[in-house]
């Protein structure tokens, strides 16, 4: 091996080090750019089964989940959206409220969002998954890793945009509605643009399918979305009483005007 080619080899070496660490090196801001201005090229690559010029797409998902989860985190994270959900309420609901979760709402707070933040990459990963199931339907049959990945590369579009739309969702009060809107813009255009002819066809064929891929991803997120808060909240209610309870007998406070008109709104995919 000639001297050029072992400093090939040690550059590379270290680029997979550096992925591996943290989920994203040069090559993973490529994938990234490319997946939004030149889908057909990463989605071509996968159909291939070419690993070597682009990031395998369920390792750049799960670095784009750590980036979101680490830049929600700097911003409040996903407990501070729970506070920001319940500040509207009045000092006697909230009250109600501790009164029920028997700790500090503080607390509670943060141990929802530390349980979201688990959550967020495994419920979102194995509910887009299932969009797979819709994929193989679509032109000739290919292998599962194949479709898992093209539909990966079709949800990481997407989750790049919404990267870049928290900043002002999060410190300008930008919409929700325009947000998710900006997301589901993301994932069309990456099937409608990436996917080969010969699974989605061309014409009014391409377009029903890129619809009907879009509204399936997003119905996916939003149900992932609920199971993870609906888990997080129960989670977060159950993990300061155990050790009480194994003490002395509790009896739940009941429902309360409080849990009644508290409302989370979903987090950013």
Not at 186 to 206: H, N, V
Request: aromatic residues 8%; contains cysteine; hydrophobic residues 50%.
């Amino acid at each position: 091996m000639s001297g050029s080619e072992i400093e090939d080899q040690d550059r590379k070496d270290r680029e997979d080090l550096i992925e591996d660490t943290l989920g994203f090196n040069l090559r993973s801001i490529k994938t990234l750019y490319a997946l939004l201005a030149s889908p057909r090229s990463v989605m071509r690559a996968i159909v291939e089964r070419d690993r070597e010029r682009f990031t395998p797409m369920i390792r750049l998902f799960l670095g784009l989940m750590g980036v979101q989860v680490a830049l929600s985190v700097i911003w409040g994270g996903h407990a501070g959206i729970l506070e920001q959900s319940l500040s509207r309420l009045s000092e006697e609901q909230l009250q109600d409220l501790q009164t029920l979760v028997d700790r500090p709402l503080d607390e509670f707070y943060a141990i929802f969002g530390t349980i979201i933040g688990f959550l967020q990459p495994i419920l979102v990963g194995l509910f887009t998954a299932g969009s797979v199931l819709v994929l193989r339907l679509m032109g000739e049959r290919r292998p599962f890793s194949v479709n898992l990945n093209l539909m990966f590369a079709t949800l990481n579009a997407g989750s790049t945009i919404g990267l870049v739309v928290m900043i002002p969702q999060t410190q300008l009060d930008l919409p929700w509605s325009i947000g998710m809107g900006l997301v589901m813009l993301g994932y069309f255009q990456a099937f409608f643009r990436g996917m080969p002819e010969s699974i989605i066809g061309t014409g009014l064929k391409r377009w029903g399918y890129s619809l009907l891929m879009t509204l399936v991803l997003i119905i996916l997120i939003l149900i992932a979305g609920l199971v993870m808060q609906v888990t997080a909240l129960f989670g977060a209610y159950i993990w300061p009483l155990r050790a009480a309870r194994c003490i002395r007998p509790t009896t739940p406070p009941p429902m309360t005007a409080a849990t009644k008109q508290a409302s989370v709104p979903f987090p950013n995919m």
